[in-house]
């Protein structure tokens, strides 16, 4: 296979169950940016909880040039494209030019079963990231939903 491999689609709340280095793409709303680390923590209350919602630490230094003050904004929200690593250890550094020349042309998003593992803390490396502009959220979440269902049903032997 040339080219980078797809990203998986999957709810911000799955993440801790996937493999390391599985690449992502998902959606969250920005509830803090720190400015000394690069770092954004992503929320999305999915499934719907009556706690703090799911959330998942995202380092956009790589691909920070990019990003606008408007996207880093409390409450924003965004799609994210990335690699999941155990927050435990350090990530591999990129430099903008690395990723770049990793990211394809055309769409590379599917939503194939990622690898589960136990659930753990982790973080995104995000290679990309873009503003959701005005979402329906219950819509996105319904789509999504019915996308993985269909996936584990094609996944399931008769």
């Known amino acids: 296979m040339n080219g980078p491999r797809p990203s998986t689609w999957v709810f911000l ?30 929320e999305h209350n999915y499934p719907l909880k009556k706690t703090d919602p799911n959330s998942v630490s995202v380092d956009v230094n790589a691909v920070l040039q990019d990003l606008t003050s408007e996207e880093l904004r409390v409450g924003a929200w965004l799609n994210v494209l990335g690699y999941v690593r ?3 250890t350090s990530s591999p550094s990129f430099s903008s030019s690395q990723l770049s020349s990793q990211q394809s042309t055309g769409p590379s998003e599917t939503v194939t079963a990622p690898i589960r593992v136990t659930p753990r803390p982790v973080h995104i490396d995000a290679v990309m990231v873009f503003p959701a502009g005005g979402i329906a959220l219950g819509e996105y979440e319904r789509i999504l939903r019915n996308a993985q269902d269909v996936e584990r049903r094609l996944r399931i032997p008769v």
Do not use: E, H
């Open 13 to 42: 709340c799955d993440l801790p169950s996937l493999a390391t280095d599985t690449k992502v793409r998902f959606l969250g709303c920005v509830r803090q940016y720190d400015v000394n680390t690069g770092n954004l923590i992503l």
């Open 86 to 88: 155990d927050s435990g």
